[in-house]
């Protein structure tokens, strides 16, 4: 039998000799390749942690003890650990599980996430409401050393550091964020572990210590502390002391006896404490640890070489085309900059940071700070682009509302991932852009029906100096061949473009749903209803004259538009129809007030209305509606 069936609760693994815990180890890393090559998913994180995983359980009282996963792309070890072994093989797939921590999922999942640094001050919050109702148990919260690239890090940590808390912060130092970590804390973190010196030091002081007869006695305790001063100059410790924390490290993650042994002893003291943990990402994946590309994997990929089996055949991908557009426009304006926050292969900037390495900038999992940043380039004349997921983009809003739309700044966002993510579920959904971009006064609001558009609009937005600017777009593949930069016109500000006149009802499109409205609209021609589709490449500011000519003509606009329903499009257009005709009736088809979860992209739209089926029945029905209306 192996060890993992022999499993039946974390609580066994006390139980287990060190022995079969390395050996446990062993099995897990070759069942993560093994099911990972089917399923995809975030492979590197959890190859990395796997003794630290199992340490932790062995350690800790869970699910008693609250053991909360940063971002939550490492927990599939935790995920083998904790009953979820067999469910492994629906990983990421719709009714599965989840590639990252749910609360609903179990009772080991102490905290969900999908987002970078929220881990700290989760665990304090409960490190404090265990506190505040006299309860007793652990607190222990895992974080990347990518992650302290995050402000939200620092914040936890300053508020837990001098709380004297009884709460424990696991450092799990790979020296990568997606790509390689950048920053000074990562310097500062790398410098230290590569010290030789102290490596050095440490090693004699053991030496002389084991020769004076231990550490034990008067000049062992002498020792000690001189190692603990050489320690205080020579690792981290001396920061996160600084802060409040009892520092300890750094440790080798894959040393089952060391990670057991200090954790043992970590557990029973008090107050914060950090525990320092030097692990390698993408641990015993048979191509090679630490890549960029084994961060995450697509479904079907060879174990052993991580390339995917079946060759695509489809089109490029919006982040792709984006990606070569945004190399060719900084060769043509050297004013352009472009900022990721730690997503430069996700977004498909790698093209232009090798083009302009001067002009390109990894700010780390920083988004609040990327947009000031940005902010700060725009009031020198630079002409910033910030590429970034829709989802994370959330975590800068305020600094989107504050220091750039307020001061009228020229920042220019390309907001990836837009609408239905597909795998990721509903951590990583951009369905909320189109509401909260709308709301920003001075925002030009875009979404491209294709891939030339894409390019189109983003000209538009570098060509254009009055103030914010964002051009949104899916995790999804072009449906256009898409000539080089230079060869494609700025899209004219405000308009739209009328593709299929017809009459009665309308449907204004916004970005991806142009394609599917189209086909709707074929559908119903054959059934003799006669569609008009306009592409709303414009939300804000829209197209005045075409909308005028749309009222004049048409009894209905059917808004449709891959982004929540609630103060979207549809309901600013409805706003706005509502002042000028009135007898105009606009409704809103979007995708609706729940959360949506992992599912295929293709299923997600389908559930939603947002194909060409779901279009053209929504039309149906308006057209119904209208009819017994008279
Ligand atoms: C707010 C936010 N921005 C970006 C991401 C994308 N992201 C997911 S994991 C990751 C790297 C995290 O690095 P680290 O914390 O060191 O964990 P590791 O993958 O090295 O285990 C990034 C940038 C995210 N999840 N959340
Ligand atoms: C964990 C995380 O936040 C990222 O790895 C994210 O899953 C990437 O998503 P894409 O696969 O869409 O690039
Ligand atoms: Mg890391």
Redesign the pocket.
Not at 445 to 454: C, Q
């Given at each position: 039998m192996s060890l993992l069936a022999r499993l039946k609760s974390t609580s066994d693994l006390k139980a287990f000799s060190r022995d079969e815990l390395r050996a446990l180890a062993d099995e897990m890393r070759a069942r993560l390749i093994d099911v990972c090559s089917r399923t995809g998913g975030?492979i590197g994180a959890g190859l990395g942690v796997v003794e630290l995983t199992i340490a932790l359980h062995a350690v800790l009282d869970t699910p008693r003890d609250q053991l909360v996963w940063d971002?939550g792309?490492q927990g599939y070890p935790h995920k083998l650990l904790t009953g979820r072994d067999e469910g492994m093989e629906t990983l990421r797939q719709e009714e599965g599980i989840s590639g990252f921590l749910k609360r609903t999922e179990s009772p080991y999942d102490a905290f969900g996430a999908?987002h970078a640094a929220t881990s700290i001050s989760a665990a304090l919050g409960m490190a404090v409401g265990r506190d505040l109702r006299g309860e007793d148990f652990k607190v222990a919260a895992v974080i990347g050393d990518g992650a302290l690239s995050c402000g939200l890090a620092y914040e936890g940590l300053n508020n837990a550091g001098h709380s004297e808390r009884d709460i424990i912060v696991v450092l799990n130092d790979n020296e990568m964020s997606?790509a390689p970590n950048v920053g000074a804390m990562h310097k500062y973190l790398t410098s230290v572990q590569r010290n030789s010196l102290y490596n050095r030091l440490r090693s004699k002081i053991g030496e002389i210590a084991d020769g004076m007869g231990g550490k034990t006695g008067v000049p062992g305790t002498l020792l000690r502390k001189w190692e603990e001063s050489v320690k205080a100059f020579l690792t981290p410790g001396v920061l996160f002391e600084e802060l409040g924390f009892r520092y300890f490290g750094p440790i080798d993650g894959h040393d089952i006896d060391q990670l057991v042994d200090t954790f043992a002893a970590v557990r029973e003291l008090k107050g914060p404490r950090l525990v320092h943990v030097i692990t390698q990402k993408g641990k015993g994946f048979p191509a090679g640890e630490s890549v960029e590309k084994w961060?995450?994997l697509p479904p079907g990929h060879d174990p052993s070489t991580g390339k995917q089996l079946k060759a695509s055949t489809a089109n490029p991908a919006y982040t792709a085309v984006f990606g070569k557009g945004l190399a060719e426009l900084g060769t043509l304006d050297p004013d352009v900059a472009v900022i990721t926050a730690a997503m430069p292969s996700?977004t498909g900037t790698g093209a232009f940071a090798k083009a302009h390495p001067k002009r390109f900038f990894d700010v780390g999992i920083a988004e609040g700070h990327a947009v000031t940043f940005a902010a700060g380039l725009a009031t020198r004349g630079v002409k910033p682009i910030v590429a970034i997921y829709s989802t994370f983009l959330q975590r800068g809003y305020d600094n989107v509302v504050h220091d750039v739309a307020l001061q009228h700044l020229p920042v220019v966002f390309a907001m990836d991932?837009a609408g239905l993510?597909g795998e990721?579920g509903e951590t990583?959904m951009g369905l909320y852009d189109i509401a909260y971009m709308l709301a920003v006064p001075g925002m030009t609001v875009t979404a491209p029906k294709d891939g030339t558009e894409l390019l189109a609009l983003l000209r538009a937005g570098v060509e254009q100096d009055a103030g914010p600017f964002c051009v949104r777009y899916p995790?999804d593949v072009v449906p256009d061949a898409v000539p080089d930069l230079a060869k494609i016109e700025a899209t004219p500000h405000a308009t739209w473009e009328v593709l299929r006149r017809g009459r009665e009802v309308a449907i204004l499109a916004v970005g991806t749903m142009v394609g599917p409205s189209l086909e709707a609209a074929e559908t119903l021609a054959a059934e003799g209803l006669d569609v008009t589709v306009v592409n709303c490449r414009y939300l804000k500011p829209y197209d005045e004259l075409t909308l005028t000519a749309l009222l004049a003509d048409h009894r209905s606009l059917l808004v449709v538009e891959e982004g929540t329903v609630v103060n979207g499009f549809g309901a600013y257009m409805a706003s706005v129809v509502e002042r000028r005709e009135p007898s105009v009736r606009v409704v809103a088809h979007g995708v609706p007030d729940r959360i949506i979860y992992a599912a295929p992209r293709k299923r997600q739209l389908a559930n939603c209305g947002l194909d060409a089926t779901g279009i053209a029945e929504r039309v149906r029905a308006l057209h119904e509606s209208e009819a017994v209306a008279g």
């Amino acid at each position: 039998m192996s060890l993992l069936a022999r499993l039946k609760s974390t609580s066994d693994l006390k139980a287990f000799s060190r022995d079969e815990l390395r050996a446990l180890a062993d099995e897990m890393r070759a069942r993560l390749i093994d099911v990972c090559s089917r399923t995809g998913g975030h492979i590197g994180a959890g190859l990395g942690v796997v003794e630290l995983t199992i340490a932790l359980h062995a350690v800790l009282d869970t699910p008693r003890d609250q053991l909360v996963w940063d971002v939550g792309h490492q927990g599939y070890p935790h995920k083998l650990l904790t009953g979820r072994d067999e469910g492994m093989e629906t990983l990421r797939q719709e009714e599965g599980i989840s590639g990252f921590l749910k609360r609903t999922e179990s009772p080991y999942d102490a905290f969900g996430a999908g987002h970078a640094a929220t881990s700290i001050s989760a665990a304090l919050g409960m490190a404090v409401g265990r506190d505040l109702r006299g309860e007793d148990f652990k607190v222990a919260a895992v974080i990347g050393d990518g992650a302290l690239s995050c402000g939200l890090a620092y914040e936890g940590l300053n508020n837990a550091g001098h709380s004297e808390r009884d709460i424990i912060v696991v450092l799990n130092d790979n020296e990568m964020s997606i790509a390689p970590n950048v920053g000074a804390m990562h310097k500062y973190l790398t410098s230290v572990q590569r010290n030789s010196l102290y490596n050095r030091l440490r090693s004699k002081i053991g030496e002389i210590a084991d020769g004076m007869g231990g550490k034990t006695g008067v000049p062992g305790t002498l020792l000690r502390k001189w190692e603990e001063s050489v320690k205080a100059f020579l690792t981290p410790g001396v920061l996160f002391e600084e802060l409040g924390f009892r520092y300890f490290g750094p440790i080798d993650g894959h040393d089952i006896d060391q990670l057991v042994d200090t954790f043992a002893a970590v557990r029973e003291l008090k107050g914060p404490r950090l525990v320092h943990v030097i692990t390698q990402k993408g641990k015993g994946f048979p191509a090679g640890e630490s890549v960029e590309k084994w961060h995450a994997l697509p479904p079907g990929h060879d174990p052993s070489t991580g390339k995917q089996l079946k060759a695509s055949t489809a089109n490029p991908a919006y982040t792709a085309v984006f990606g070569k557009g945004l190399a060719e426009l900084g060769t043509l304006d050297p004013d352009v900059a472009v900022i990721t926050a730690a997503m430069p292969s996700g977004t498909g900037t790698g093209a232009f940071a090798k083009a302009h390495p001067k002009r390109f900038f990894d700010v780390g999992i920083a988004e609040g700070h990327a947009v000031t940043f940005a902010a700060g380039l725009a009031t020198r004349g630079v002409k910033p682009i910030v590429a970034i997921y829709s989802t994370f983009l959330q975590r800068g809003y305020d600094n989107v509302v504050h220091d750039v739309a307020l001061q009228h700044l020229p920042v220019v966002f390309a907001m990836d991932r837009a609408g239905l993510v597909g795998e990721d579920g509903e951590t990583h959904m951009g369905l909320y852009d189109i509401a909260y971009m709308l709301a920003v006064p001075g925002m030009t609001v875009t979404a491209p029906k294709d891939g030339t558009e894409l390019l189109a609009l983003l000209r538009a937005g570098v060509e254009q100096d009055a103030g914010p600017f964002c051009v949104r777009y899916p995790r999804d593949v072009v449906p256009d061949a898409v000539p080089d930069l230079a060869k494609i016109e700025a899209t004219p500000h405000a308009t739209w473009e009328v593709l299929r006149r017809g009459r009665e009802v309308a449907i204004l499109a916004v970005g991806t749903m142009v394609g599917p409205s189209l086909e709707a609209a074929e559908t119903l021609a054959a059934e003799g209803l006669d569609v008009t589709v306009v592409n709303c490449r414009y939300l804000k500011p829209y197209d005045e004259l075409t909308l005028t000519a749309l009222l004049a003509d048409h009894r209905s606009l059917l808004v449709v538009e891959e982004g929540t329903v609630v103060n979207g499009f549809g309901a600013y257009m409805a706003s706005v129809v509502e002042r000028r005709e009135p007898s105009v009736r606009v409704v809103a088809h979007g995708v609706p007030d729940r959360i949506i979860y992992a599912a295929p992209r293709k299923r997600q739209l389908a559930n939603c209305g947002l194909d060409a089926t779901g279009i053209a029945e929504r039309v149906r029905a308006l057209h119904e509606s209208e009819a017994v209306a008279g």
